[in-house]
């Protein structure tokens, strides 16, 4: 009996390891198509770069930009006008014809495509928090105004009441 037992551990164990391999249960690599990245690196050394310009020379890369942009129409001319229209700090920011451009016409540039998109989409959200704020600010005044009016016809009948109670006294 004993003997029996031995040997069909031995059999499974034979069995175990002569069985062939298990496939890996990770599924293989998608592929993923490639994207160019040397257009939007190149662009934001270009925005980092920009930061660093006193703001003479930035006017001077403003209007340099807008023409380059006039004469080629280039994805890459419009991405770098986008971007400094978007600069703070400075004359010429101004977010909404940064995203007006970016909208005006679908980039060619595959590498700059989705970059393009999210920069969009980013200008909208801040456009959307700009005109927000806006909207706030001018319910402020309007309700400091209201305040005021409030507080000048609370100071009218305390005026009143004082002047009451001094012609009772007389």
């Known amino acids: ?22 496939q890996s249960m990770i599924p293989p690599a998608v592929s993923v198509q490639s994207m160019p990245t040397h257009d939007i690196d190149g662009l934001m050394q270009y925005y980092g770069q920009l930061g660093k310009i006193p703001a003479p020379r930035l006017e001077a890369e403003y209007q340099n930009a807008s023409l380059d942009y006039s004469k080629t129409g280039s994805d890459s001319s419009r991405m770098r006008l986008a971007l400094l229209l978007w600069l703070p700090g400075t004359s010429f920011r101004n977010s909404q014809a940064a995203l007006d451009l970016l909208k005006a016409k679908p980039m060619l540039d595959p590498g ?57 006294k007389q």
Request: aromatic share 2%; hydrophobic share 50%.
């Open 112 to 168: 700059l495509h989705s970059f393009a998109d999210i920069f969009a989409a980013m200008l909208a959200q801040q456009q959307d928090a700009e005109n927000a704020q806006q909207h706030l600010e001018q319910m402020l005044k309007e309700e400091k105004k209201h305040s005021s009016a409030l507080q000048d016809k609370i100071d009218a009948v305390k005026k009143m009441e004082k002047a009451l109670i001094h012609m009772e």
């Open 1 to 22: 009996m004993k003997r029996m037992i031995a040997l069909s551990m031995a059999a499974m164990l034979a069995a175990c390891s002569s069985a062939p391999p298990q």
